[in-house]
């Protein structure tokens, strides 16, 4: 699989998200992507409580432990690359976690529109 560009939604170079827990579709740190990465998990977002309700509500357990994947479940404050679709979705439901723009894939716009993401951008913006 190769990546794409690794470029943010504001034409800059991607920023890592988080190391700790590892997130991104290659665990690779980043939102990076590719054309394998249907799921377009591209958004970098900092989990909050209602973004984790909301997920979990919606069919989609980010806060739960999975050992056998080494995935050690999500709280609060940490930092993730969502798919952008399930982003924009809660956006238009109101359960938006914020996201970082530097760190956002740029073909994140390919779902989500820059105003939006802006409307959810966390201080560095």
Not at 40 to 64: P, Q, R
Request: proline content about 6%; glycine content about 8%; aromatic content about 8%.
């Amino acid at each position: 699989m190769q990546k794409d560009p690794e470029i943010n939604v504001l034409d800059e170079a991607l920023e890592p998200c988080s190391s700790d827990p590892m997130t991104g579709f290659f665990r690779d740190g980043a939102c990076n992507t590719c054309a394998q990465d249907t799921g377009s998990h591209t958004v970098c977002a900092i989990m909050t409580a209602e973004f984790l309700a909301y997920s979990k509500y919606v069919g989609n357990d980010l806060s739960t432990p999975i050992p056998q994947y080494g995935f050690p479940g999500l709280k609060p404050g940490d930092q993730w690359c969502l798919c952008a679709g399930r982003f924009l979705q809660a956006a238009e439901e109101g359960a938006a976690p914020q996201v970082r723009l530097a760190a956002t894939h740029k073909r994140a716009l390919e779902i989500v529109s820059l105003d939006i993401l802006k409307n959810h951008a966390g201080s560095e913006a």
